[in-house]
């Protein structure tokens, strides 16, 4: 049957039987404007641990802690998503039953194509627990940059790749060519290799910061502050 007007609230339950029509393989979840639940998937509900009849009419800041720290972090992710015309996509970290899992949360603003109307957004989730060799690298690199000294800090004005600042921030902590190229194949599911890492690291990284032994650098770059923040693929 052919659909040639909707209204704002015929749009979303036809968007919404459709969802349930066609099942996503991700976590899917639709707001309205004001951050209220009109509908969740199952396994988003699984996740949260709660039924479709917990969640519909609320907002998440009003379920249980666990969503409420959710909803703490993605809320600010929510209001950048209405007010621009793109998704807006972040990896957020909750804890859930005393475990550390990683969010990869992806906001999009949902129109009404009948008359480009704003009528809410949709949330698609993916999840994976933070494994212990993970959260002890972070910990570990914590508390490696929490022995320096705000004033300490130089200023330097240099421009690293994402996968620079994953290596120096691994070598900060004392690992090695090997376990670099090892957890690094295991964030980004492709192989590293140990004499690629190192050459590269002799080749491009020693030169940006003027120094010639790994130590050097260590040094430098956590003094420069260039370390204060954690690579967004370890957190």
């Known amino acids: 049957m052919k659909v040639d007007y909707l209204e704002n609230d015929e749009f979303i339950d036809f968007y919404i039987k459709t969802l349930e029509m066609n099942p996503p393989a991700r976590s899917v979840a639709v707001s309205n404007l004001q951050h209220q639940i009109l509908f969740a998937n199952q396994p988003y509900l ?3 641990e709660l039924t479709i009849e917990d969640v519909v009419g609320k907002r998440m800041r009003e379920l249980n802690s666990f969503i409420a720290e959710y ?6 992710m929510a209001e950048r998503a209405l007010a621009q ?3 807006v996509r972040g990896l957020l970290q909750i804890k859930k039953n005393n475990k550390l899992f990683w969010i990869d949360c992806y906001l999009m603003r949902l129109k009404n194509p009948f008359n480009a109307n704003l009528v809410g957004m949709t949330s698609n989730l993916n999840w994976a627990r933070i ?19 705000n004033n300490n800090r130089n200023s330097f004005n240099l421009s690293l790749t994402t996968q620079e600042h994953e290596i120096i921030a691994l070598l900060a902590i004392g690992k090695s060519y090997k376990e670099v190229a090892w957890i690094l194949s295991s964030i980004h599911n492709q192989e ?3 004499a690629t890492i190192a050459t590269n690291v002799y080749r491009k990284i020693f030169p940006k910061f003027e120094v010639s032994n790994l130590s050097e650098l260590v040094n430098k770059t956590i003094k420069s502050g260039i370390l204060d923040s954690i690579p967004e693929s370890f957190i």
């Open 85 to 87: 015309d793109k998704y």
């Open 71 to 76: 909803a703490s972090q993605v809320l600010p």
């Open 131 to 149: 494994s212990t060799p993970m959260l002890n690298l972070i910990n570990a690199l914590d508390k490696k940059l929490l022995v320096v000294e």
């Open 192 to 194: 590293f290799n140990p």
């Open 46 to 48: 699984e996740f949260i």
